[in-house]
């Protein structure tokens, strides 16, 4: 399982761990992953998604999976994410 967020697309980071003797070794930042159920209101159904709690708290604030994905670019999104932003498109073009 990749450490990268279906929603944002945010990964792990490179930094630095600086002692107190200013010494540098390298380490990774890794994004704050959750395993979250998100429901569709358009589609009806809900979605097991692995994102990051910032991506949890933007869906939080736009209103929803529907509208978050509506706002979202394609290349952040992951090929399950995409599928899921193409569907509910389509089902509001037919209703």
Same mark, same amino acid.
């Given at each position: 399982m990749s450490r990268v967020c279906e929603l944002s697309g945010k990964g792990p980071m490179v930094g630095n761990n600086v002692s107190h003797a200013n010494n540098k070794t390298k380490r990774r930042f890794l994004p704050n992953l959750t395993d979250v159920t998100l429901q569709s209101d358009v589609l009806g159904q809900s979605f097991k998604l692995r994102i990051s709690a910032a991506a949890l708290r933007s869906v939080d604030h736009? !209103? !929803?999976l529907d509208a978050y994905l509506a706002k979202a670019k394609d290349e952040e999104l992951s090929a399950k994410a995409l599928k899921?932003?193409?569907d509910i498109a389509k089902a509001q073009a037919a209703a």
């Open positions: 736009r !209103g !929803g899921i932003k193409k």
